[in-house]
């Protein structure tokens, strides 16, 4: 009998506390949109993803000139990759290869320019 009262008072109190959650949930989001910050939320997101490398930035990275080929730059991709895989910074690395992301995509378009 005992445990048929517990299990009861269990079930009743986790459906109120979860009725509880949903409605400050919900508050909480009116009152984000009230205020703004919901939207401001939003645009941060946004800036940041949209915070594009430029081929100025991808060259500094990788410490190439622009008439460089791409042998030179596959090179120096090469070099600096592993260096910061071996010394531990993964935020270099990273850079390092966003930036010969970058550049491979513009040599791309220039080989295709160039053949059309």
Do not use: C
Request: proline share 1%; hydrophobic share 40%.
């Amino acid at each position: 009998m005992a445990a048929r009262i517990i299990a009861q008072l269990l079930v009743v109190g986790s459906g109120v506390l979860i009725r509880a959650v949903s409605q400050a949930y919900r508050q909480a989001i009116v009152n984000a949109s009230k205020t703004g910050a919901a939207q401001e939320a939003m645009q941060n997101t946004v800036r940041r993803a949209s915070k594009a490398i430029t081929e100025q930035e991808a060259r500094q990275i990788l410490g190439v000139p622009e008439n460089a080929a791409w042998e030179e730059i596959s090179n120096k991709y090469d070099v600096l990759f592993e260096r910061n895989a071996k010394q531990g910074s993964f935020y270099l690395q990273s850079k390092v290869h966003r930036a010969k992301e970058y550049l491979e995509g513009v040599y791309q378009n220039k080989g295709q320019g160039n053949s059309g």
